[in-house]
């Protein structure tokens, strides 16, 4: 980008120092303060120069990184800050009552200073120097800060050629500009926090939620202790394809992502081809990587966040971060406990468009446990004071160390079941019983809170591709599957129930299909063989051991739907179940056998087994040893 040669002199009349531009500022006034590592710390500096001469100076800020000495409860006489995120230079003194938060949509703000809701005296905010043609880029900072400066009755701005000159709706006249301060020194610099083991898990398992060709949004919010998880998902999505961005901020870790070649923006619905964001924060290395680089578009908040954009893309996948969420769904990002932390930022925004996605997805992620590990995230009711940012009806996926939950349209009890099943297991026995005392849960499921366990997955999980190409999926079987069991089991042929459960039973009760469900993980075995489906997953075979403890022996039960009957699946689910009983040291199988059931008898007789049998009255008992 060519610069104004001299560009001093051929805008003289608007220069100033930066005390003299702040000599403008009077007691009473409101300050806003640009995004990010955009904030101008020369400007910053100037304004608390004036310190003892003002008064009651509203500070109104995004989110700023460096210094934020005007955030100080010793000024608060002087300044007051008054934040749409809380970020961490001002987290204390607005958690120790000397300083605001207003919690706001991002996509409402531009609103705010448009309507003159909240009017803006002065804006603080850095650019470029001006091009051939007068005009100067936002660079790394458009968000919310083209609509503060289209909206302040004085912008002072800091011009520094070190800022990257950034396409899309960046550019301003420098005559929209009041006074110009030059400056010149590096732009903030935010380096990446590597994330813990725990954080790596999570953001692995929302990335295998990302489909290929999808556009993708990373929160900015960050859980104490675990880092900004959202952010960690892009190192997990170097094997995808045609990725594509619109979102809130970038940061380094996009440019791996894009040399990987997974980044083509080609899938997008508007802007092909373009990463679209408004603001990012990065260190030196970024900022030369997107300085006049056609391929980003930054584009101010009130696009970027816009549901209905949002809306538009096909396969729009938001990550998000909670700090807790109850049993029924609801999701707080913002507070715990009337703890003011971040902000709700632009998690509504596009939880909501990614919601209205044609085959789009909106995630929550969170730890299961707090920092210290003593608390669970996951929790049967709020904590008196904490906000409910989404509300249980807006909830997709939500993602934790421990798995997957879906909630969108499930039922209470569903949406319980659920994020039990992942939350942390130390805590899953008390969440269950504290949802049956809640009401939450029937009753009569009361008697299986002590089996609520944590299935020893690793040994359980594997993949059998049938003849045909089908992939099936074999995982431990789930309190969350009581309406998959319940499809399959009213699926199944009157013969298949026949050699199943030697009756002709038509009718199982509520109590007979839990007891499927919720297995004592101690002692016996449950394991489901599933395939996918629209939304979520089909059981297509069970199969299931449980352990006598005197006889160190386990009764074996299996069944398949009818449809993939006679294709091999029945002897694989039998192998597997021998396998994960020979590691856990058990000494047979044991199992009773219609003599009609000719099928299941071979089975076992060609199992490899040490195997006796003897009939009785129309049925087999075997004894199979290991």
Same mark, same amino acid.
């Given at each position: 980008?060519?610069?104004?040669?001299?560009?001093?002199?051929?805008?003289?009349?608007?220069?100033?120092?930066?005390?003299?531009?702040?000599?403008?500022?009077?007691?009473?006034?409101?300050?806003?303060?640009?995004?990010?590592?955009?904030?101008?710390?020369?400007?910053?500096?100037?304004?608390?120069?004036?310190?003892?001469?003002?008064?009651?100076?509203?500070?109104?800020?995004?989110?700023?990184?460096?210094?934020?000495?005007?955030?100080?409860?010793?000024?608060?006489?002087?300044?007051?800050?008054n934040?749409?995120?809380?970020?961490?230079?001002?987290?204390?003194?607005?958690?120790?009552?000397?300083?605001?938060?207003?919690?706001?949509?991002?996509?409402?703000?531009?609103?705010?200073?448009?309507?003159?809701?909240?009017?803006?005296?002065?804006?603080?905010?850095?650019?470029?120097?001006?091009?051939?043609?007068?005009?100067?880029?936002?660079?790394?900072?458009v968000?919310?800060?083209?609509?503060?400066?289209?909206?302040?009755?004085?912008?002072i701005?800091?011009?520094?050629?070190?800022?990257?000159?950034?396409?899309?709706?960046?550019?301003?006249?420098?005559?929209?500009?009041?006074?110009?301060?030059?400056?010149?020194?590096?732009?903030?610099?935010?380096?990446?926090?590597?994330?813990n083991?725990?954080?790596?898990?999570?953001?692995?398992?929302?990335?295998?939620?990302?489909?290929?060709?999808?556009?993708?949004?990373?929160?900015?919010?960050?859980?104490?202790?675990?880092?900004r998880?959202?952010?960690?998902?892009?190192?997990?999505?170097?094997?995808r394809?045609?990725?594509?961005?619109?979102?809130?901020?970038?940061?380094?870790?996009?440019?791996?992502?894009i040399? +990987?070649?997974? &980044?083509? *923006?080609?899938?997008? !619905?508007?802007?092909? $081809?373009? @990463?679209?964001?408004?603001?990012?924060? #990065?260190?030196?290395?970024?900022?030369?990587?997107?300085?006049?680089?056609?391929?980003?578009?930054?584009?101010?908040?009130?696009?970027?966040?816009?549901?209905?954009?949002?809306?538009?893309?096909k396969?729009?996948?938001?990550?998000?971060?909670?700090?807790?969420?109850?049993?029924?769904?609801?999701?707080? +990002?913002?507070? &715990?406990? *009337?703890?003011?932390? !971040?902000?709700?930022? $632009?998690? @509504?925004?596009?939880?909501?468009?990614? #919601?209205?996605?044609?085959?789009?997805?909106?995630?929550?992620?969170?730890?299961?446990?707090?920092?210290?590990?003593?608390?669970?995230?996951?929790?049967?009711?709020l904590?008196?004071?904490?906000?409910?940012?989404?509300?249980?009806?807006?909830?997709?996926?939500?993602?934790?160390?421990y798995?997957?939950?879906?909630?969108?349209?499930?039922?209470?009890?569903?949406?319980?079941?659920?994020?039990?099943?992942?939350?942390?297991?130390?805590?899953?026995?008390?969440?269950?019983?504290?949802?049956?005392?809640?009401?939450?849960?029937?009753?009569?499921?009361?008697?299986?809170?002590?089996?609520?366990?944590?299935?020893?997955?690793?040994?359980?999980?594997?993949?059998?591709?049938?003849?045909?190409?089908?992939?099936?999926?074999?995982?431990?079987?789930?309190?969350?599957?009581?309406?998959?069991?319940?499809?399959?089991?009213?699926?199944?042929?009157?013969?298949?129930?026949?050699?199943?459960?030697?009756?002709?039973?038509?009718?199982?009760?509520?109590?007979?299909?839990?007891?499927?469900?919720?297995?004592?993980?101690?002692?016996?075995?449950?394991?489901?063989?599933?395939?996918?489906?629209?939304?979520?997953?089909?059981?297509?075979?069970?199969?299931?051991?449980?352990?006598?403890?005197?006889?160190?022996?386990?009764?074996?039960?299996?069944?398949?739907?009818?449809?993939?009957?006679?294709?091999?699946?029945?002897?694989?689910?039998?192998?597997?179940?021998?396998?994960?009983?020979?590691r856990?040291?058990?000494?047979?199988?044991?199992?009773?056998?219609?003599r009609?059931?000719?099928?299941?008898?071979?089975?076992?007789?060609h199992?490899?087994?040490?195997v006796?049998?003897?009939?009785?009255e129309?049925?087999?008992?075997?004894?199979?040893?290991?």
């Amino acid at each position: 980008m060519k610069y104004v040669k001299h560009w001093q002199d051929t805008y003289s009349n608007m220069i100033a120092t930066p005390a003299e531009a702040l000599g403008h500022l009077k007691s009473g006034q409101r300050v806003f303060i640009g995004t990010g590592c955009g904030a101008p710390q020369e400007l910053i500096a100037a304004m608390i120069g004036r310190a003892r001469r003002v008064t009651n100076v509203e500070v109104i800020q995004l989110i700023t990184k460096g210094d934020a000495p005007y955030a100080d409860k010793k000024m608060s006489d002087s300044f007051a800050i008054n934040a749409f995120f809380i970020s961490s230079n001002v987290r204390d003194v607005i958690q120790e009552g000397f300083g605001d938060y207003t919690p706001i949509l991002l996509s409402d703000v531009p609103g705010l200073f448009n309507s003159g809701s909240l009017p803006i005296d002065i804006a603080l905010v850095q650019v470029t120097p001006p091009n051939l043609y007068g005009r100067v880029s936002l660079g790394i900072s458009v968000d919310i800060t083209r609509s503060a400066i289209e909206n302040a009755s004085l912008v002072i701005a800091e011009v520094n050629p070190n800022m990257p000159w950034t396409h899309g709706d960046t550019e301003i006249d420098i005559i929209d500009l009041d006074l110009l301060v030059p400056v010149d020194r590096p732009i903030l610099e935010r380096e990446l926090q590597i994330p813990n083991e725990i954080s790596c898990k999570i953001a692995q398992t929302a990335a295998a939620l990302i489909p290929n060709g999808s556009t993708i949004e990373l929160g900015l919010g960050r859980v104490p202790g675990y880092g900004r998880i959202p952010q960690a998902v892009m190192e997990f999505l170097k094997d995808r394809k045609d990725i594509g961005f619109h979102t809130e901020m970038i940061s380094d870790s996009i440019i791996p992502l894009i040399e +990987s070649g997974a &980044v083509t *923006g080609a899938m997008k !619905s508007i802007d092909k $081809g373009k @990463i679209t964001a408004s603001f990012c924060m #990065g260190t030196k290395k970024l900022y030369d990587y997107i300085d006049n680089n056609p391929l980003f578009s930054f584009r101010p908040t009130e696009y970027i966040n816009d549901a209905a954009v949002i809306g538009k893309h096909k396969r729009m996948v938001a990550v998000n971060m909670a700090l807790e969420i109850d049993l029924t769904g609801q999701v707080c +990002s913002d507070s &715990v406990g *009337g703890r003011f932390y !971040s902000g709700i930022g $632009g998690q @509504i925004d596009f939880n909501r468009g990614a #919601g209205r996605s044609e085959s789009g997805r909106a995630i929550i992620t969170l730890p299961s446990l707090n920092r210290e590990g003593t608390e669970s995230r996951i929790v049967c009711t709020l904590q008196p004071g904490s906000g409910v940012t989404i509300n249980r009806a807006s909830v997709h996926y939500v993602v934790t160390e421990y798995g997957v939950a879906y909630l969108h349209g499930k039922s209470i009890q569903e949406r319980v079941m659920a994020l039990i099943s992942i939350a942390h297991p130390d805590f899953r026995e008390k969440l269950f019983r504290e949802a049956v005392e809640a009401k939450y849960l029937r009753p009569n499921l009361a008697r299986f809170a002590n089996r609520f366990l944590a299935p020893v997955e690793e040994a359980v999980r594997t993949t059998h591709l049938m003849p045909d190409g089908n992939a099936v999926s074999f995982r431990s079987i789930k309190p969350t599957d009581e309406p998959h069991m319940r499809d399959l089991i009213y699926n199944l042929s009157q013969e298949t129930i026949y050699y199943r459960f030697m009756s002709h039973q038509q009718r199982f009760t509520p109590r007979q299909i839990q007891d499927f469900v919720y297995i004592d993980h101690r002692r016996d075995v449950a394991l489901v063989g599933t395939i996918p489906e629209a939304h979520g997953e089909q059981i297509i075979a069970v199969g299931t051991y449980y352990l006598n403890e005197k006889t160190n022996m386990a009764e074996v039960a299996f069944v398949v739907r009818d449809g993939w009957q006679n294709r091999g699946l029945g002897t694989f689910v039998f192998q597997h179940l021998i396998k994960i009983a020979k590691r856990n040291g058990i000494a047979g199988f044991t199992a009773e056998v219609l003599r009609e059931n000719e099928r299941m008898q071979a089975v076992f007789n060609h199992s490899g087994l040490k195997v006796t049998s003897r009939l009785e009255e129309g049925v087999y008992s075997f004894v199979m040893e290991f």
